[in-house]
Every structure is written in structure tokens, then in C-alpha cells.
């Protein structure tokens, strides 16, 4: 069974960094694809950043250029780097692996203020 365990988020003022950490069990880490993900209240979760297992990225256009997704597999951890952070990023960030199943993190609560 794999487990992801996130940590890192947290309360920032706008304009400010955070990094979430990802760390899978298992040894499926290498082989699947790794993505964040975030849901704000009432809305759907959405695709923030997903990195493929050879090293291809995708960002969703709202966070382009201030958040960064990498990945050290000595770790099994997934990083989300998030700079220049907005209020509108609030939200619960959520990790993810994705290949023959599909595995989530619990979810860790990013609250920007403004």
C-alpha cells in the first residue's frame, strides 16, 4: 500500500515563499507520474503542477512562473516550490501519484493573507 504524507504548508503573508513536501512509501515513486493539486472552499480541485517520470512539467497558467515542482528520488519526496504567493492561492494542497492507480496525500492547508 502506498502512502503519501505531505507537509510544509502553512500561513504567509502575500508575496511569500512556501515549499511542500510530498514523501511516498512503496517503490512505485520513479515510475509515476507526481502532481499537485488544490482545492479552495467551494470550488473543484484543480491541477496545479505535474511533473512525468522523465522529467517533463505542466503548470497550471495561474501559478506559472512563481511555482515550481521537482523531485528527488533518492527521497521518494515531490517538492512544491510556491513564491510570489496570491490570497487566491488558499487552498488545500493535495499530492498525488498517478500510473497504473492513483494515489493521494491527505491534503495540507496553504493560507495566504493579504
Known amino acids: 500500500q502506498v502512502q503519501l504524507v505531505e507537509s510544509g504548508g502553512g500561513l504567509v503573508q502575500a508575496g511569500g515563499s512556501l515549499r511542500l513536501s510530498c514523501a511516498a512509501s512503496g517503490n512505485i515513486f520513479r515510475l509515476y507520474t507526481k502532481g499537485w493539486y488544490r482545492q479552495a472552499p467551494g470550488k473543484q480541485r484543480e491541477l496545479v503542477a505535474r511533473?512525468?517520470?522523465?522529467?517533463?512539467?505542466g503548470y497550471a497558467d495561474s501559478v506559472k512562473g512563481r511555482f515550481t515542482i521537482s523531485r528527488d528520488d533518492a527521497k521518494n519526496t515531490v517538492y512544491l516550490q510556491m513564491n510570489s504567493l496570491k490570497p487566491e492561492d488558499t487552498a488545500v494542497y493535495y499530492c498525488?501519484?498517478?500510473?497504473?492507480?492513483?494515489?493521494w496525500g491527505q491534503g495540507t492547508q496553504v493560507t495566504v493573507a493579504s
Open positions: 498525488n501519484l498517478a500510473g497504473v492507480r492513483t494515489y
Open positions: 511533473l512525468t517520470s522523465d522529467g517533463s512539467t
